[in-house]
């Protein structure tokens, strides 16, 4: 859009109300989009900001079976949870919605019912797994077998979470169902699908034309992954007890997928929303003045940027203006995994920090603080303990809290706890300098915001409260205070300086408004001014705060973070993980579990057993991630006489654009094995850690592709 949009509507990802979320999540979607929100409110825009749990897939029968419950008992007790994480962390949204409630089962089925009914939607038959004593088709994680690749007995049949292997359930070694403990069989059966093939052209021009130039870069290169790769029919209805019955008397037994639900439930809870603010929620969904932005992480970039806008379009709703997905963020140097415990969760930052005697609401504030100047908007980044203690110790305390400290304590004890005048006789050009950069602050924060750089937008406001640090320095007001006896015109240099200094506090408690918002209501507190002060149009003001006003005595904003807090906290997450491993060894190792080696030799081979591999080094040309394969990706490789393709379960350990030219040993002879659909043509060789991380085995200098390996 080329004007400012009459309205906004800003969603964030559904969060899958199967357990509680970490941190990564919350940096990946919700805070960025809240930053976005409020800077809008503030501009006094009309804006709604959508969210809620997804509470149907398989996700939430697995968890209930894990705890012993049902899965109603799982989506009320995980909805309430997380929806208090979000408030606890100052996430505003206007409505935090379940898609298990009416409404949405009724948006959803009619939006069904809308695709198919034109003719969009088609019917294919397919085999899937069956039981035959629960009467039921098998979801992937509702069958388990040995992995064919750890032996790990209790591997489920889309991944093993001992060895991380993506599977399918025909890789399985003895499968059968958790249902009834007996071996599934293959059945027929048939299901709705959005055939996203027929939609390629529009997809083409829309992303890669259209938006090449304001959306992500990442975004864009993996929609264009997606679209050259070729796009196919996605099934919208499974066979499942738990989620949306599909509206159709033939389809007795089978839900809406997910995927096909889960986004719906964006409109579904605006049209709560409505009925909650008696506002009219349809122009938010239909009318081409509306701005749609949706905030995700690079996991969800598929389904908002690619499958939910062809469904979208065929409904004749509005297209999304952008989807500014963030990256992953790693913990302490590694992935953050629930699956391995190692992970912060929301729950544990607020009872350690937020709900602690020494602690409060303003730790809110520093968590979002350092997310925001970590923010994995572009690239991966990571979150360390001691990362987070300097940025709260060197950066809020010494800069922005210091200055608003300083400035308090001076003008109570140099102007009677009243705002000085500004005398324009003795304005310098080090006053003006000041107070041209507060305008000029609010400029760069503003188009930072438009254009979704929150990282950069808060480091210029913490820039400004620095550099008005470094101007208070300059001006010494406590050193020219001790010649106020002798030239008692120096008061009006101390007025000039604090004046100036006032007028940076009251701009700053706007431009971190969308930041920080705990914070900036403290300031308002203790500069006893109303929250409309925080309206943007107040940002570059220089008369925020009215001379002879008395303002309150002043009360830090924020606290040091202790070295000892740091090292609880890694020693907490790293207790975590190791008891998370020794629990999952448990059935499958000795009673003693040992700190893990190097496996035991296998039996003994003799020479022609060895012979019979045929072992080349081989050169990535390219690599892509496999679709709904999270461990899984597609390798193109150079053997010298031919290229190969081998599907290889390593992408928990490496990106793909990272391979790119790496040289590895492949396993030319293998028998060609089918994985998710694809013919694999060899094996890569993988060494392993005692922290279960995959290394390439690859010659020491790099040789032509092909040449053998004995």
């Not at 055939?195 to 130039?213: A, M, Q, V």
């Not at 979002?368 to 300097?390: A, C, V």
């Not at 304590?409 to 706890?417: A, D, E, I, Q, S």
């Amino acid at each position: 859009m080329t004007t400012q949009p009459k309205r906004y509507l800003i969603t964030a990802a559904l969060p899958y109300a199967n357990g509680l979320k970490h941190i990564g999540h919350l940096a990946g979607a919700y805070l960025p989009a809240d930053i976005y929100v409020r800077y809008l409110r503030a501009q006094k825009r009309d804006v709604a900001f959508i969210c809620g749990s997804d509470e149907h897939g398989t996700a939430i029968p697995i968890q209930a079976m894990k705890e012993g419950t049902t899965p109603r008992a799982i989506i009320d007790k995980y909805h309430e949870l997380i929806k208090q994480n979000f408030a606890d962390l100052g996430i505003s949204f206007d409505i935090y919605h379940r898609t298990s409630e009416p409404i949405h089962h009724e948006t959803a089925q009619e939006f069904f019912t809308y695709l198919n009914s034109r003719g969009e939607l088609i019917v294919q038959e397919s085999e899937q797994y069956y039981d035959e004593e629960a009467k039921t088709f098998l979801a992937d994680r509702f069958i388990v077998g040995t992995c064919p690749v750890c032996g790990n007995t209790r591997a489920y049949g889309d991944q093993c979470e001992n060895c991380g292997t993506s599977l399918s359930p025909e890789m399985l070694i003895d499968p059968h169902s958790t249902l009834s403990g007996k071996p599934p069989v293959k059945k027929s059966t048939s299901h709705w699908y959005l055939p996203l093939n027929k939609h390629e052209d529009f997809l083409r021009e829309w992303i890669l034309t259209e938006h090449k130039d304001d959306w992500r870069t990442n975004v864009v290169g993996q929609c264009k992954s997606w679209i050259d790769g070729g796009l196919q029919p996605r099934a919208v209805t499974r066979d499942l007890d738990w989620g949306i019955k599909v509206p159709l008397p033939e389809a007795e037994g089978k839900v809406l997928y997910v995927w096909f639900d889960a986004p719906i439930g964006y409109i579904s809870a605006t049209r709560q929303w409505s009925i909650d603010t008696g506002r009219d929620w349809k122009p938010y969904w239909y009318d081409k003045d509306t701005k749609l932005v949706h905030f995700i992480g690079k996991d969800n970039i598929v389904f908002h940027c690619i499958i939910f806008p062809v469904m979208l379009r065929l409904h004749g709703n509005i297209l999304p203006d952008n989807v500014p997905a963030n990256e992953f963020m790693n913990l302490e140097g590694d992935k953050m995994s629930t699956s391995r415990n190692w992970k912060l969760e929301m729950q544990d930052y607020i009872d350690d920090f937020i709900k602690k005697d020494n602690g409060g609401p303003r730790f809110a504030d520093v968590l979002r603080y350092y997310l925001t100047t970590i923010s994995p908007e572009t690239k991966d980044s990571e979150f360390t303990w001691k990362g987070f203690q300097y940025a709260n110790n060197s950066e809020l305390v010494s800069k922005f809290g210091n200055f608003i400290n300083r400035t308090f304590v001076l003008m109570h004890k140099l102007c009677n706890g009243k705002v000085p005048p500004l005398h324009a006789g003795a304005v310098d050009d080090i006053d003006r300098e000041m107070m041209a950069a507060i305008g000029t602050t609010k400029k760069k924060v503003e188009d930072l915001l438009e254009t979704y750089r929150f990282r950069d937008a808060q480091f210029e406001v913490i820039m400004l409260s620095d550099l008005a640090n470094k101007y208070m320095q300059k001006k010494e007001p406590w050193i020219v205070a001790r010649s106020l006896a002798e030239t008692p015109g120096n008061q009006q240099l101390i007025d000039n300086c604090l004046h100036v200094c006032l007028q940076v506090t009251a701009n700053l408690a706007i431009l971190i408004n969308p930041f920080l918002p705990v914070t900036a209501r403290k300031m308002l507190h203790m500069m006893k001014v109303v929250e409309k002060m925080l309206d943007w149009e107040n940002a570059g003001k220089l008369n925020l705060l009215s001379v002879g006003y008395s303002l309150r005595a002043p009360e830090l904003l924020f606290r040091p973070v202790e070295d000892e807090e740091v090292k609880t906290q890694i020693e907490k997450l790293q207790a975590a993980a190791a008891a998370k491993v020794a629990a999952d060894a448990a059935p499958v190792k000795p009673a003693v579990a040992a700190p893990k080696e190097a496996p035991p030799v296998k039996s003994t081979i003799v020479y022609d057993d060895f012979a019979k591999l045929d072992l080349r080094v081989g050169t990535i040309l390219n690599a892509e991630k496999v679709e709904k394969a999270d461990k899984l990706l597609k390798l193109t490789v150079d053997l010298g006489s031919e290229h190969r393709t081998i599907v290889s379960g390593i992408a928990a350990h490496f990106r793909p654009e990272e391979i790119v030219g790496r040289q590895v040993v492949v396993v030319a002879n293998l028998a060609p094995r089918k994985m998710r659909g694809i013919e694999s043509n060899g094996m890569i060789l993988m060494a392993e850690d005692a922290t279960g991380r995959l290394h390439f085995i690859n010659p020491e200098d790099k040789i032509a592709p092909g040449s053998g390996v004995s």
